[in-house]
């Protein structure tokens, strides 16, 4: 492999320490296991801790639509939570009971170039399906730039620079993946599957962890959620929100996951008048994550119909904020 010869050029990755280098970094790699998606998608990804008490930076995906299991490389499995997620990096913080555990530092800057030498540690194809460490890959940085891409006919929200990588990082389960430089240190997040606009050609690229460090951050000192509240109370039908009173019609509900899409906008109503259309994805309410549409109608169970409803939607590759007044 090409990769491997470039890789063995450099003094630091020695076939001694690129094994000691590459288990280290495994060590803070987990495998991911939620719902999975329709038509077969896989029901796994990856995930890197980023603190010694249990929490988790992946990629905010319908892997994620229920609370997901958390498989660390000593074998362990516990249930997670999802504390929050930002939808325009498309990143999600999950946590778990666990602690003193080894997690990498996300620093502030990233300093990898065009040919460094890095491997990705990955679930990728749930290969390692025990107690095996993730996958390793070895490449290098093939180049920095803006992502410019989408997945099926939806464009990715994220538009900031990425890093291509000279390796075949772009498959199922391998999205939340960890990129490693040759010090050891994290220099990017593995994305989702995604082609280039142009080209419509697969890109393996990760988000760099730089970009990802602030929110990372916010999110795990509770300056950032998107979980409800514990024991929300129900209102009565006739005083809470729902589609009716929003003015919209959601598609065809057909699974527990089916994801908050919008298929019509009622003429006059209050999603019109907020500026919502067909074909937008609702992923906050009054700033609590949306995981379905089911859990969206429950969720507007819980809201007076006569407060405003502040939204935070997808629509293309543009994340908005929109207040619904009634």
């Given at each position: 492999?090409?990769?491997?010869?470039?890789?063995?050029?450099?003094?630091?990755?020695?076939?001694?320490?690129?094994?000691?280098?590459?288990?280290?970094?495994?060590?803070?790699?987990?495998?991911?296991?939620?719902?999975?998606?329709?038509?077969?998608?896989?029901?796994?990804?990856?995930?890197?801790?980023?603190?010694?008490?249990?929490?988790?930076?992946?990629?905010?995906?319908?892997?994620?639509?229920?609370?997901?299991?958390?498989?660390?490389?000593?074998?362990?499995?516990?249930?997670?939570?999802?504390?929050?997620?930002e939808p325009s990096l498309e990143l999600a913080v999950l946590k778990i009971e666990a602690s003193e555990l080894p997690y990498f530092k996300v620093e502030s800057e990233t300093s990898v170039q065009w040919g460094d030498p890095v491997i990705a540690i990955s679930n990728l194809f749930n290969?390692?399906?025990?107690?095996?460490?993730?996958?390793?890959?070895?490449?290098?940085?093939?180049?920095?730039?803006?992502?410019?891409?989408?997945?099926?006919?939806?464009?990715?929200?994220?538009?900031?620079?990425?890093?291509?990588?000279?390796?075949?990082?772009?498959?199922?389960?391998?999205?939340?993946?960890?990129?490693?430089?040759?010090?050891?240190?994290?220099?990017?997040?593995?994305?989702?599957?995604?082609?280039?606009?142009?080209?419509?050609?697969?890109?393996?690229?990760?988000?760099?962890?730089?970009?990802?460090?602030?929110?990372?951050?916010?999110?795990?000192?509770?300056?950032?959620?998107?979980?409800?509240?514990?024991?929300?109370?129900?209102?009565?039908?006739?005083?809470?929100?729902?589609?009716?009173?929003?003015?919209?019609?959601?598609?065809?509900?057909?699974?527990?996951?089916?994801?908050?899409?919008?298929?019509?906008?009622?003429?006059?109503?209050?999603?019109?008048?907020?500026?919502?259309?067909?074909?937008?994805?609702?992923?906050?309410?009054?700033?609590?994550?949306?995981?379905?549409?089911?859990?969206?109608?429950?969720?507007?169970?819980?809201?007076?119909?006569?407060?405003?409803?502040?939204?935070?939607?997808?629509?293309?590759?543009?994340?908005?904020?929109?207040?619904?007044?009634?």
């Amino acid at each position: 492999m090409a990769q491997v010869s470039q890789l063995a050029q450099v003094p630091q990755l020695a076939q001694g320490s690129l094994g000691v280098w590459s288990r280290d970094a495994q060590r803070r790699v987990v495998k991911v296991y939620g719902a999975g998606g329709l038509k077969g998608l896989e029901a796994y990804q990856s995930g890197f801790l980023v603190s010694p008490d249990g929490h988790i930076a992946t990629a905010w995906s319908y892997v994620l639509d229920v609370e997901p299991i958390v498989q660390l490389d000593d074998g362990r499995r516990f249930e997670s939570k999802i504390v929050g997620f930002e939808p325009s990096l498309e990143l999600a913080v999950l946590k778990i009971e666990a602690s003193e555990l080894p997690y990498f530092k996300v620093e502030s800057e990233t300093s990898v170039q065009w040919g460094d030498p890095v491997i990705a540690i990955s679930n990728l194809f749930n290969i390692a399906t025990g107690d095996e460490p993730a996958s390793v890959m070895q490449g290098s940085v093939a180049s920095v730039t803006q992502l410019d891409a989408r997945r099926g006919t939806f464009k990715t929200p994220y538009q900031g620079d990425v890093l291509i990588l000279d390796l075949i990082a772009n498959n199922p389960g391998a999205a939340g993946g960890a990129v490693v430089d040759a010090d050891g240190q994290l220099v990017g997040m593995l994305g989702k599957e995604l082609r280039d606009s142009a080209t419509g050609v697969w890109l393996n690229y990760a988000m760099p962890a730089a970009s990802l460090r602030s929110t990372i951050g916010d999110i795990i000192a509770g300056r950032r959620t998107s979980a409800p509240p514990e024991k929300t109370p129900i209102l009565e039908r006739g005083k809470s929100h729902d589609f009716v009173t929003m003015g919209v019609v959601m598609v065809p509900d057909v699974l527990e996951t089916t994801p908050a899409f919008i298929d019509e906008v009622r003429e006059t109503s209050a999603a019109a008048r907020a500026g919502l259309r067909p074909d937008d994805l609702i992923l906050l309410v009054n700033g609590t994550r949306v995981e379905s549409q089911r859990g969206l109608l429950r969720w507007l169970r819980t809201i007076d119909r006569r407060d405003d409803l502040n939204l935070t939607v997808q629509r293309d590759s543009e994340i908005l904020n929109l207040v619904l007044r009634p």
